[in-house]
Nanobody, 124 residues
Framework: VQLHASGGGLVQAGGSLRLSCAAS????????VGWFRQAPGKEREFVAS????????FYADSVKGRFAISRDNAKNTRYLQMNSLKVEDTAAYFC??????????????????WGQGTLVTVSS
C-alpha cells in the first residue's frame, strides 16, 4: 500500500497550488482521505478530509473557504486545491487514508495509511 502526495512547491502569497494524493494497493473510494500539514517545530495538524461514503468534506477553520478537497475515483486520486495561500500555510502536507469515525476524522490516529509529505512554501 502506498500513498503518494505531490504538487507542492514555492508560491507567492495569494497564489494557488493543487496537491494530489495517488494511491496504489489501495482503493481510495473505500477509504476516507485526509490532508494534514506539519510546519517546522509544530505538531501535525488537520487540514481537510473527505469521507468514503457520500463524499462529505471537513475543513480546518484556518483553511475553510480557501482550500477544497476533491476526488477522482477513476484515477484513484484525491486532490487538495489551495487558493489564496498565506505565509502561515507553509508546511509539509501529508495525505492519509483510513476509516475514521466522526470523532477522529480530524485526528491523525483516525487514519491508517500515510503518504510522504510534499512541501508547500508560501513567500511574502
Amino acid at each position: 500500500v502506498q500513498l503518494h502526495a505531490s504538487g507542492g512547491g514555492l508560491v507567492q502569497a495569494g497564489g494557488s497550488l493543487r496537491l494530489s494524493c495517488a494511491a496504489s494497493g489501495l482503493t481510495l473510494s473505500m477509504y476516507s482521505v485526509g490532508w494534514f500539514r506539519q510546519a517546522p517545530g509544530k505538531e501535525r495538524e488537520f487540514v481537510a478530509s473527505i469521507r468514503a461514503s457520500g463524499g462529505t468534506t471537513f475543513y480546518a477553520d484556518s483553511v475553510k473557504g480557501r482550500f477544497a478537497i476533491s476526488r477522482d475515483n477513476a484515477k484513484n486520486t484525491r486532490y487538495l486545491q489551495m487558493n489564496s495561500l498565506k505565509v502561515e500555510d507553509t508546511a509539509a502536507y501529508f495525505c492519509a487514508a483510513g476509516h475514521p469515525i466522526l470523532s477522529t476524522i480530524r485526528r491523525t490516529d483516525g487514519y491508517r495509511y500515510w503518504g510522504q509529505g510534499t512541501l508547500v512554501t508560501v513567500s511574502s
